[in-house]
């Protein structure tokens, strides 16, 4: 019988022999230790002896990239869903002016150093217009334009100034003569009013916007109210007639309707309606652009929906403008918007006996050099005007 060091030996030489040796193997330790040591051999013997592969070395910092791009993947793609949800209700909400702008030959050119800028001419109305049959800015003669408001927004981007151009002021309305510059719609339409105010200043208008009134009512509650500090007391006409008290006050829908419609409750007219406009409008920018309403989806989402009804602009204006516009001018709060009225000599009658506003011919002037070169800012800022 083979010892167990035998046996022990056995295994050794079975785990190094080859095929050709394993006679003299069995020659050497007999049969019976040959079998016994092929029973105590295991596979691990085998197994040992075999080349090992390489363990996979982790990667933990490669993983964890990995994961970051992927969540941000997915919310980029949720972003994108937004913002294109939001292109496309102002795209088919809104109302398109065709032919917003008169004959190329009749318009001016932008300096050199205007270079860039954008002129927004900006309209507020009792009514939505009926559609002409070729769908021209035609179709919006029977509309009343109450409120006319040039937005100039340099080319830097840091600041908006908005001038108002009272409805009754007196003024070359070209083909027809002088009249107020508020007739201009009913004579000619969107292309005529464009074309009254680039001869007025000697510069061109780049995109027009037309708000109906209505629209304050649902935007101003989807904002959550806007908030105004009221110069003057005063009690707006009508049966449903609201007071509006002095100081700050919060305007929900139905309020800011009277609060930007009433003349009659002052003894200036138009000339307090304006400036109350200019305050309501200034109160929705300051929430528009406030953070709250940036970093609320559902919030901004309600905005779009609530106004697009409520606007018509012109052909190129639409969703990809609006959002060049707001990333370029994402840095602008509240307080860099300026609002002025357009200068003036006060109240007149022309010669058919109406009552009107003299324009301030020099002022106009100024106005119109600034423009040009590109300072309406550095006016503004001599003048005091906002």
Known sequence: MNSPTAIGKT??????????????????????????????????????????????????????????????????????????????????????????????????????????????????????????????????????????????????????????????????????GENKINAAISLGGVPLVVQTVETMFDAPIDHVMIVDFEGFKGLTDALGGVTVDNPIAFQSEGTEGEFFEQGTITLDGDSALKFVRERKAFSDGDFQRVQNQQLFIKGIMSELLSTETFTNPVKLSRVVNEISPYLSVDEEFGAATLGSLALGMWQIRSDDVVFFTLPNLGVGTSPDGQSIVVKDEEAIARIAEALDQGTLGEYVASTNAG
């Open 11 to 176: 295994q050794g030489h079975l785990g190094k022999c080859s095929l050709r040796r394993l006679p003299a193997a069995l020659g050497t330790i007999g049969l019976t230790g040959y079998l016994q040591g092929a029973i105590r051999l295991s596979t691990h013997d085998y197994v040992e002896d075999a080349p090992r592969r390489p363990a996979k070395r982790k990667r933990p910092l490669r993983t964890a990239v990995l994961v970051i791009l992927g969540v941000v993947a997915a919310f980029a793609a949720v972003v994108a869903g937004y913002l294109i949800s939001l292109a496309v209700a102002f795209e088919t909400k809104t109302t398109t002016i065709e032919n917003a702008f008169p004959d190329s030959s009749t318009r001016p050119e932008r300096s050199a150093a205007a270079e860039g800028a954008m002129n927004l001419l900006l309209m507020g109305s009792d009514a939505r217009p009926a559609e002409s049959e070729d769908g021209a800015g035609e179709g919006f003669t029977d509309s009343r334009s109450d409120t006319m408001m040039l937005v100039h927004i340099p080319q830097d981007r840091q600041n908006v100034y908005v001038m108002s151009i009272l409805r009754d002021t007196w003024t070359e309305i070209p083909g027809y």
